[in-house]
């Protein structure tokens, strides 16, 4: 496998008083195009949009890419491909001797399996018996490891060193444990990865999305429950222990708001926010030592009175005095110093996914109907509105210069 390494027609929403076409309010922002995950009937996909002209340039297959989006790692049938984002050009292809899929990693269906550094990448498969997971070296483009386990496993996390993989173990349709595979010695390890703040080994929840450290040495994974609080998995990639941090809010079960929580990690790695834009909750995390993580603080949002309806999302501006998420409608800029809501924009509109400009300077949000909109990081006006693209979206992936 040479060279592998580490949204149709135009539509209007009925409330918005803007005309079917991209409606410009402000300076536009510079060229850049957007990677969107969309699905349309049984088919997901990338799809590249030009910002200026919102036409679709390339489409590419779904899949896990790189943190420098150099490498796109998708399967077909049973062979992985490696894709270049910016080219759609195939780069290598390794045939894996068997029908395994990339681990489902947030509740949109992204797909991941890469280590923090992507220097390793885990596939998966389930037969109804027993768990196959093959581990990739994508530098040297081969097939590391092998491992076969009896019952149903799925993929967690992989430690940088490609020494440890990190599972999850269901027991039933609600408990599971969380596992570590050693895999230099190619064994399970007897012993179960546990909260280290009291000592529980079973869990319960539906994982919505995680963020590792930027050094690669934890996993933050958001956790919802049915009629309990939601919490933090800080899973240690070193070790068989993790820490549970729980915060404040209710089950799923009484308010479908409370599956709306992101997280949004500061670029150094000190720092983790949590905040659900529907119930107005927001908690700050001191993730400087991986081996005490808490949370430091908790707040409630002055949120305008409104039905909760958005989804999960949030991302930090890049100097980490800004926190963007989603509301239960429109966007939220929330001071992190004060954990206090100190701007609002978009909002008539319901919010499903955030990313930002390279240069930091601008928001595109995405709507559930596939309409976007770009707006201004500093002052939260909108700049234009434009779409929606073929096929549902699932995700903004990536806003990348032109």
């Not at 077909?76 to 270049?84: A, G």
């Not at 997971?133 to 060193?161: K, T």
Request: aromatic fraction near 8%.
């Amino acid at each position: 496998m040479g060279g592998m390494k580490a949204i149709g027609a135009l539509v209007c929403l009925g409330f918005l008083s803007v005309a079917c076409a991209a409606a410009q309010e402000g300076p536009r922002a510079g060229n850049v195009k957007l990677y969107e995950a969309v699905a349309s009937g049984a088919t997901q996909q990338i799809e590249v949009i030009d910002s200026h002209s919102h036409s679709v340039e390339r489409r590419l297959p779904l899949g896990a890419a790189t943190a420098d989006w150099k490498h796109l790692y998708s399967i077909v049938s049973s062979s992985l491909i490696d894709t270049d984002p910016q080219t759609g050009r195939t780069q290598g292809t390794m045939a894996l001797g068997g029908a395994y899929q990339l681990p489902t990693v947030a509740a949109n269906g992204l797909p991941g399996g890469l280590s923090a550094n992507t220097e390793w990448l885990v596939v998966e498969s389930f037969d109804g018996a027993a768990t196959d997971m093959l581990v990739i070296n994508n530098y040297w483009s081969r097939i590391q490891h092998r491992v076969h386990l009896q019952g149903r496993f799925h993929f967690d996390a992989v430690s940088d060193d490609g020494d440890r993989l990190y599972l999850i173990q269901y027991l039933n349709g609600k408990e599971y444990y969380v596992r570590l595979y050693d895999l230099a010695g190619g064994r399970l390890d007897e012993n179960i990865v546990v909260d280290k703040s009291d000592g529980n080994q079973a869990m319960t929840g539906l994982r919505l999305s995680g963020v590792p450290a930027p050094d690669g040495s934890m996993l933050f994974s958001m956790y919802v429950r049915e009629n309990e609080s939601p919490f933090i998995h800080a899973l240690n990639l070193s070790g068989p222990f993790a820490f549970c941090l729980d915060l404040p809010g209710g089950g799923y079960a009484q308010d479908k708001a409370a599956t709306h929580w992101s997280l949004a990690m500061r670029s150094d790695g000190r720092r983790l926010y949590a905040i659900n834009g529907a119930t107005g909750v927001v908690a700050e995390v001191d993730t400087n030592n991986q081996y005490s993580p808490q949370v430091l603080r908790t707040a409630r949002l002055d949120l305008t009175a409104g039905s909760a309806t958005g989804t999960g999302a949030a991302l930090l501006s890049r100097d980490g005095k800004t926190l963007v998420a989603a509301g239960g409608t429109g966007l939220l800029w929330v001071d992190p110093s004060t954990l206090r809501v100190r701007m609002r924009s978009l909002s008539d509109w319901r919010i499903s996914s955030l990313e930002m400009s390279p240069d930091g300077g601008t928001i595109y949000a995405v709507a559930p109907n596939g309409l976007v909109a770009e707006v201004s990081m500093t002052s939260g006006r909108v700049i234009t509105r434009f779409g929606p693209i073929d096929g549902d979206p699932l995700a903004l992936m990536r806003v990348a210069a032109a």
